[in-house]
């Protein structure tokens, strides 16, 4: 009894809370629209803008041109502002393209009910919706190509029950690149604060980062932990971590937690530390595989190394390569080559490196040196 009469001197504030919030989920109002609109030159489109609920009174939008890459008017035209009517559920606007380009605007409203400050559409202009798409399939067959690249090692690995011919200084670096690289990835294609930054100091409003890069680099780093398992239980050969790569591992986290810390004191913002680890990326990319090319080297053999795992990452470094190149051209945005230089250099430095260990396998050492061995057993003949 005493339990119901708390609950009943409590349930006027309970109903008066809940009145609140309600209220003040009502009063946010908010405007609904494509983020991005993309259109083939000379072409047009009907974009509908809505409210999130309906408007009591009625409201002018007006478009705000924040960014254009040349004039707005040779990419883009479309009105200077829209009617829309109280207890409408959309309205819409005609745009028409005409060359190739991006306008970024925002949408501002004389109504003080709609929160529609922040909300902004992103406007491009291609060449080809044709080149669009087949952009995006060689981003997911790179992507496929990458990924399954890491699995011709595992089997390798599960095959040989041993690790011997896999460098460790290569599984070590490779880690802590596929870290830096998937912070990076996800930072600027998940998180919002991230990526408001990142439209603000780019306000051609293209994120180089597209999902298939981020699940790349989540898939990656999961198959790195397995390489790592597998040389933990299986036959080693004496490997292990060279304090060369020790000093370079060092080097790059405590440069991690220095910009870090200056992030964290305003020194520096959020983006720009994000992008202190794609340049981590980018420098692992340039150190990792020169162990294991050494190791090819010293032992005149690729045994252990392979070669599936090769020609697979050289597919799907030339593809992203490619990829890069048609949207680059698509959308007359060659900064779309170099403002991921993490993604360039990733697959620039794969594709040569991987030609070295093609020319390595199929070249130099097509046969391993197995008369050591040979020498060996006869001496241990002679002597019985």
């Known amino acids: 009894m005493a339990g119901r009469g708390v609950a009943e001197r409590w349930m006027p504030a309970q109903l008066l809370l809940l009145w609140m919030l309600t209220s003040v989920c009502e009063s946010r109002l908010y405007l609904m629209a494509p983020h991005t609109v993309t259109l083939e030159e000379n072409s047009e489109a009907n974009v509908s803008i809505a409210p999130s609920s ?20 040779c990419i883009i035209t479309f009105p200077d502002q829209v009617l829309l009517p109280a207890a409408a559920a959309s309205v819409g606007f005609n745009v028409t393209a005409h060359g190739v ?78 870290i830096a690289y998937s912070v990076f990835n996800v930072g600027l294609f998940w998180v919002p604060y991230i990526k408001e930054e ?35 239980v299986y036959e080693r050969g004496g490997q292990k971590v060279s304090c060369t790569a020790k000093v370079l591992l060092v080097f ?43 190791m090819n080297y010293r032992k005149q053999s690729t045994e252990g190394w392979s070669i599936g795992n090769v020609l697979l990452d050289f597919t799907g470094g030339v593809l992203s390569i490619l990829q890069m ?34 020319t390595q396998h199929y070249c130099l050492y097509r046969q391993p040196p197995q008369y050591q061995a040979v020498e060996e057993q006869q001496d241990s003949n002679c002597s019985q």
Request: hydrophobic content about 50%; some cysteine.
């Open 54 to 73: 309906p408007l009591n009174q009625s409201a002018v939008i007006h478009f705000n041109v924040t960014f254009s890459s040349k004039n707005c008017s």
């Open 101 to 178: 380009g991006q306008v970024t605007t925002y949408l501002l409203s004389n109504n003080t009910d709609l929160n529609s400050l922040t909300f902004r559409i992103h406007f491009m202009v291609v060449h080809s919706n044709a080149l669009l798409v087949i952009s995006q399939v060689i981003g997911w067959i790179y992507f496929l190509a990458w990924s399954v690249s890491f699995y011709p090692q595992v089997w390798e690995n599960f095959r040989r029950r041993s690790v011997v011919g896999l460098n460790f200084d290569y599984l070590a670096l490779n880690l802590t690149g596929f």
């Open 198 to 232: 990142f439209l603000k100091k780019n306000l051609s409003g293209i994120n180089p980062v597209s999902a298939n890069d981020v699940f790349f680099s989540l898939h990656a780093l999961l198959l790195c932990l397995v390489y790592i398992s597998q040389a933990a």
């Open 252 to 294: 790059g986290w405590t440069f991690t937690v220095v910009s870090l810390c200056l992030a964290a004191a305003k020194q520096i913002t959020w983006l720009d530390y994000l992008y202190y680890f794609s340049y981590i990326k980018l420098a692992v990319t340039l150190v990792k595989y020169v162990p294991q090319a050494y």
């Open 325 to 358: 190149i048609l949207q680059s051209h698509n959308n007359d945005e060659w900064r779309l080559v170099f403002g991921d230089p993490t993604k360039f250099g990733l697959g620039l430095f794969s594709v040569v490196f991987d030609l070295l260990f093609m």
